[in-house]
T-cell receptor, first 112, second 116 residues
Framework: GENVEQHPSTLSVQEGDSAVIKCTYSDSASNYFPWYKQELGKGPQLIID?????GEKKDQRIAVTLNKTAKHFSLHITETQPEDSAVYFCAASYDSWGKLQFGAGTQVVVTP | GAVVSQHPSWVICKSGTSVKIECRSLDFQATTMFWYRQFPKQSLMLMAT?????????EQGVEKDKFLINHASLTLSTLTVTSAHPEDSSFYIC????????????FGPGTRLLVL
């Protein structure tokens, strides 16, 4: 099966600085990699995703990069704001049903 | 678009009773929905895949007789926790996949279950 590792587990950044979260996956057949933001007591919210035929994708302050050869992908948040504080999860799809294997999560704290 | 709701948002029940949680896709039809469980400060763990009109498929270690899943329509899946015990207390979250997006999953707001 798929195994996803995510680092760091916690990340504290000053407002305005950039935040980077990294994930690695084990199954070379995985071809879809979403990122979710989860606020306390709420369900995960899809913020960006990338498919294996693309190396990079950007949406305003958020970008994701994918290195298929190395089997790792990263989330980049620029110009961080206090409202970016949350837990971020990476995931990788596996099997024909498109199930998702989640990373352990990164607690991001943006301090004013 | 792609809104998923859950009901109830939280529930407290006595040990030994059963609890039903509903998951609805509000603005799209979902042939496949997923049920996850999340313990405090942990990641999401897939429990089962719910397919409209057929039996759910459960992940290894998840008791199908304890966690009953019914996907009776293209917009509704239900999870029933039977004979609940305190160790079943958790955050249960469903997700749904819109048609034409093979892997994309949109999540509901979650249901907090506390078994006393």
């Amino acid at each position: 099966g798929e195994n996803v590792e995510q680092h760091p587990s916690t990340l504290s950044v000053q407002e305005g600085d950039s935040a980077v979260i990294k994930c690695t996956y084990s199954d070379s057949a995985s071809n879809y990699f979403p990122w979710y933001k989860q606020e306390l007591g709420k369900g995960p919210q899809l913020i960006i995703d990338i498919r294996s035929n693309v190396g990079e994708k950007k949406d305003q302050r958020i970008a994701v990069t994918l290195n298929k050869t190395a089997k790792h992908f990263s989330l980049h948040i620029t110009e961080t704001q206090p409202e970016d504080s949350a837990v971020y999860f990476c995931a990788a799809s596996y099997d024909s049903w498109g199930k998702l294997q989640f990373g352990a999560g990164t607690q991001v704290v943006v301090t004013p | 678009g792609a809104v998923v709701s859950q009901h109830p948002s939280w529930v407290i029940c006595k040990s030994g009773t059963s609890v039903k949680i509903e998951c609805r896709s509000l603005d799209f039809q979902a042939t496949t929905m997923f049920w996850y469980r999340q313990f405090p400060k942990q990641s999401l763990m897939l429990m089962a895949t719910s397919n409209e009109g057929s039996k759910a498929t459960y992940e290894q270690g998840v008791e199908k007789d304890k966690f009953l899943i019914n996907h009776a329509s293209l917009t509704l899946s239900t999870l029933t926790v039977t004979s609940a015990h305190p160790e079943d207390s958790s955050f249960y979250i469903c997700s749904a996949r819109p048609p034409g997006k093979q892997e994309t999953q949109y999540f509901g707001p979650g249901t907090r279950l506390l078994v006393l």
